[in-house]
């Protein structure tokens, strides 16, 4: 396809720059095998750019009279009218090569542990593993954001050209839950930290390991009202009175539940200001919440 820059260009111009003429404003890309044709303000110098199977070529003309009878004069070009279509990219797996160099000791005399020396591994978000930082963040906001259970994940993957299996995919995710858990903790310190906060247990579907049947359990959820942070808690799947006596074993201010017995310790707890919000029956004025605050 032969195709002329729109604007006058200086003759001067060679490669590199030709080459970024074409690929920044005409939006094209030269190994594609077009023909870009240059002309000079005063058309009577044209530079043709072309790719060869010898590599880039430049044929350059002068006219020793008269002009190219092309756009030159004739027309002014306006300013372009641009349209914006939407397309999608597909993810795509890369591998990362980490290239450590290794070198060996020609003086005896210097007393070295190994023969050999390697340069030192970079540090792995995973030990003994060859899963990427950014494959790991993948996988969570997949699971946890966009509610992808792991199997569909691994058919997603599948579809990319890259088979991982499940019990490989588990392992990574323990590992990185374990990674997380300092980020947990500082979550559930903060939320802790404020002076009302909001406590419910809700049912939780767990899979008893040795009998591979899905049981009821329970997770615990604490909501600072104020800075609207949450966490969860899970126990064993228990909804004990233990359970929410270790989970708010330091906690100073407002407390709001609902009327399950096992919070009836905190009446008359020093320093714990108890609220009720009854959701099944009716809102008395303590609940600060309506159902869909929750």
Request: net charge positive.
């Amino acid at each position: 396809m032969l195709l002329i820059y729109p604007y006058p260009a200086d003759m001067h111009k060679s490669f590199y720059t030709l080459s970024g003429l074409v690929t920044n404003q005409m939006g094209h890309t030269i190994p594609d095998g077009d023909v870009f044709i240059f002309i000079n303000r005063s058309c009577n110098c044209m530079k043709i750019l072309h790719m060869e199977r010898g590599g880039l070529v430049i044929y350059h003309l002068r006219l020793e009279s008269g002009t190219f009878n092309i756009h030159c004069g004739k027309w002014t070009e306006l300013p372009p009218e641009i349209t914006e279509i939407l397309e999608h990219e597909p993810a795509r797996f890369y591998v990362r090569r980490i290239i450590r160099h290794k070198y060996v000791g020609k003086d005896k005399s210097i007393e070295t542990e190994t023969p050999v020396v390697t340069a030192e591994l970079p540090v792995m978000p995973l030990s003994k593993s060859y899963a990427g930082s950014s494959l790991l963040s993948e996988l969570m906001v997949n699971k946890y954001v966009n509610l992808l259970p792991f199997y569909r994940q691994i058919q997603m993957f599948k579809q990319l050209g890259v088979v991982i299996p499940a019990s490989t995919l588990n392992d990574w995710f323990r590992e990185t839950a374990d990674l997380l858990r300092p980020l947990y903790y500082r979550l559930r310190e903060e939320v802790l930290s404020t002076d009302y906060i909001q406590v419910d247990e809700s049912t939780i579907p767990v899979v008893y390991e040795e009998k591979h049947k899905t049981v009821k359990g329970y997770i615990w959820m604490v909501r600072s009202v104020m800075e609207k942070t949450v966490f969860f808690h899970y126990d064993q799947g228990s909804r004990a009175q233990k359970v929410v006596v270790g989970l708010l074993k330091n906690y100073q201010g407002a407390l709001q539940t609902d009327g399950y017995e096992v919070y009836s310790i905190y009446q008359n707890k020093q320093g714990v200001l108890p609220l009720r919000c009854y959701l099944r029956g009716f809102l008395i004025p303590s609940c600060a919440l309506s159902r869909n605050g929750w």
